[in-house]
């Protein structure tokens, strides 16, 4: 077995780390001796979508994501086709916008039925995301996009999850910030590919470690700002 | 009313001083009853202003302190209020009460978002921009916002002061009139040919978004650099003044050599902007440099010392600002021998009550992973982030040791071998400087 990857747009589309979740991947890809491929490809790249098994986009600036978007319309059908064939999809920040009808005043690539529209305010801030799969999910924002008519949801009121498709504003270490999440994606990965595959154990004994005690540290902060 | 109002901000600033606080307490109270005061003051022809995202305020303090040697009176913003009501408290300080500022040359050093409101009123002769790189993502949003919020404030008379080697900053020297002064670094013996870093702010050509080609780089995405594609001219300008050769925390500039306060490279790129808007202002080459260098000479050294025969190096960093943390990887890749490193901070901001993470990734923690290290102590409330991050840079899990804090840290740190590299926050070095203290 071997994974393709495409991480596309590496290089503009990695504003909030976002290239981390790659980081993510092939640890534990090597961990448990599963062969993979990446591919880096950019704006002046001819992609082949139906050669991957997994595609990653992350977080860009205003210009940057029009640019992207700009250079993906023209694989609007081959975009579609990868996702109803059940190829994986991780998108976060604003990458997820480009995938609705519309994004702000120009043709988005219309995969999914929403709308979004600029925000007025900047949307910045700490997020704690319940969801029906995992523990919450510990996460940042940072966009200006307000999605409208979204019914294929991640987590609550946010993301886009359809077929093996998983989006979310979530910016950046989406993956190794929430080890129950990086556990289900990867295991979900990886049976597509073989349904016997046997796991050895995946290691995110640090990872637990983090989000308990991100969780700890948040509830004094709170409480010593209040003191304050 | 005018009068009124200078001479009560004169009488707030001053008390202010007895107490020790206050650089910006003064412009607010005053704006209080006049949001219009910064248009009352009259300034000399010589205003500099100084921004960016990293290095503004070494910058403006060897401006200030240079032009004073020199026998120059001088208005600075010294006391860090760099917003609007700082700037209002440093003219405050400096003028009679008629508004005119008494002072020959005023330099102020100013917040990226402050420029647009400040710029226009005060209209400075001369203004340098550092740099503009990732820094506080939740507050200043991503580069090319911060880039336009200061060209809000900029207009075709001002004097710009640009380094020459940022392919991002030249986004200020697009499409404009203003007289453009570049400085830059020469090929150093520490540059290098393949990248080390993920260029993170300026990753395409500004002009046609192709990739860039690099004859050398110095850190990131600074460096020699010349557009793939045939049919743009986007690449490296000019330099006007050229740091030639750089040694044991000398640099040598137009066959001159100023004694750096120590060997980072943040600290050429901050004396190489405040030589050339001296040398642009006509100042003596030779005085500039001596200058500068007695400057550095007299300060007591803190950031390089001995703990039992060992060698320790603090190097100062801002979180949510991942280009001073790959400053830090730079320079210990750079030192091939045996080395224990030290990664904490003990508040990822003092702004907001977020604590934002994804910066982490930006930082090139891989170049970690082939050097010789005994081991990597983290400690802080964050500490398992940090090493969930050194694990995915492929660093062995057995070499982090995780503490609470610095003080819990101190066996390991006697227990660990070879060279002490602590790349810290800001706001761990007096901790970590103290531990050092108890292990001698």
């Not at chain 1, 995992?134 to 940072?142: D, R």
């Not at chain 2, 400040?118 to 503009?132: A, R």
């Not at chain 2, 004694?259 to 030779?286: C, F, H, P, Q």
Request: charged fraction near 30%.
């Amino acid at each position: 077995m071997k994974i393709n990857v495409l991480c596309l747009y590496y290089d503009i589309m990695n504003l909030y780390g976002d290239t981390g979740n790659i980081k993510v991947l092939t640890y534990h890809f090597d961990e448990q001796n599963i062969k993979y491929n990446i591919d880096y490809l950019s704006i002046d790249d001819t992609i082949d979508f139906s050669k991957y098994d997994l595609v990653l986009i992350g977080s860009g600036n205003e210009n940057n994501r029009f640019i992207c978007l700009n250079h993906l319309l023209k694989y609007k059908k081959d975009i579609k086709d990868a996702i109803n064939n059940g190829t994986f999809f991780l998108v976060t920040g604003n990458a997820i916008s480009m995938f609705g009808e519309k994004l702000y005043d120009k043709d988005a690539l219309g995969i999914f039925k929403f709308k979004v529209e600029e925000a007025k305010e900047r949307i910045s801030k700490e997020v704690i995301l319940e969801n029906k799969i995992v523990s919450p999910i510990y996460g940042f924002f940072n966009h200006q996009d307000i999605m409208y008519g979204n019914d294929n949801l991640l987590f609550k009121d946010e993301g886009i999850l359809y077929k093996n498709f998983y989006g979310t504003f979530t910016l950046g270490p989406l993956l190794s910030r929430n080890p129950e999440f990086l556990e289900y994606f990867l295991k979900k990965l990886i049976k597509h590919k073989d349904k016997n595959f046997k796991f050895k154990k995946i290691n995110t004994d640090l990872n637990v470690k983090a989000y308990n005690q991100f969780i700890e540290f948040k509830k004094t902060k709170v409480f010593n700002s209040h003191k304050k | 009313m005018k009068y009124i109002l200078i001479l009560m901000g004169k009488i707030v600033a001053f008390l202010c001083k007895l107490i020790g606080r206050g650089s910006n307490f003064p412009g607010e109270f005053v704006s209080i009853f006049d949001k219009n005061i910064l248009k009352k003051f009259r300034l000399p022809k010589k205003v500099i202003v100084v921004t960016g995202s990293s290095g503004k305020g070494s910058t403006t303090r060897i401006i200030a302190n240079v032009y004073k040697m020199f026998g120059f009176k001088v208005a600075y913003n010294k006391e860090g209020g760099n917003q609007t009501a700082g700037v209002i408290t440093t003219l405050l300080k400096n003028c009679t009460l008629g508004g005119k500022v008494k002072t020959d040359v005023v330099v102020l050093e100013m917040d990226e978002r402050y420029i647009k409101y400040v710029l226009p009123i005060i209209n400075p002769s001369d203004v340098v921009i550092t740099n503009i790189t990732r820094d506080q993502p939740p507050r200043q949003r991503h580069t090319d916002f911060i880039t336009s919020e200061i060209k809000k404030g900029l207009s075709e008379n001002m004097h710009l002061y640009l380094n020459a080697d940022d392919p991002g900053i030249q986004k200020f020297a697009l499409n404009v009139k203003n007289k453009i002064t570049y400085y830059g670094i020469s090929k150093l013996k520490t540059s290098y040919k393949n990248n080390l870093f993920v260029a993170l702010n300026s990753p395409r050509c500004i002009k046609c978004h192709s990739k860039l080609n690099y004859d050398f780089y110095h850190i990131e995405d600074l460096g020699n650099f010349k557009c793939s594609n045939d049919k743009c001219d986007f690449k490296t300008p000019k330099k006007d003044y050229e740091v030639t050769d750089f040694k044991d925390k000398t640099i040598t500039i137009e066959k001159n050599k100023i004694i750096l306060e120590n060997d980072m490279l943040y600290n050429i790129y901050n004396t190489l902007a405040a030589y050339s808007v001296l040398r642009e202002a006509g100042l003596d080459k030779n005085k500039i440099c001596e200058y500068i260098s007695n400057l550095n000479k007299d300060k007591k050294i803190f950031n390089r010392y001995t703990l039992n025969d060992r060698e320790v190096f603090v190097l100062n960093n801002k979180c949510e600002n991942s280009s001073t943390y790959n400053q830090s990887m730079l320079y210990t890749y750079n030192d091939k021998g045996k080395k224990t490193i030290v990664i904490g901070w003990q508040e990822i901001s003092r702004r907001y009550l977020w604590d934002e993470l994804s910066w982490l990734y930006d930082v090139q923690f891989e170049l970690l992973s082939d050097q010789d290290i005994d081991s990597i102590i983290v400690a802080g409330p964050q500490r398992y982030d940090i090493a969930v991050r050194l694990k995915y840079a492929k660093i062995d899990e057995k070499k982090i040791k995780i503490h609470n804090d610095l003080y819990d840290a101190k066996e390991d740190l006697l227990k660990s071998k070879g060279s002490i590299y602590a790349i810290l926050n800001f706001d761990y070095v007096n901790d970590f400087n103290r531990v050092m203290e108890d292990l001698k």
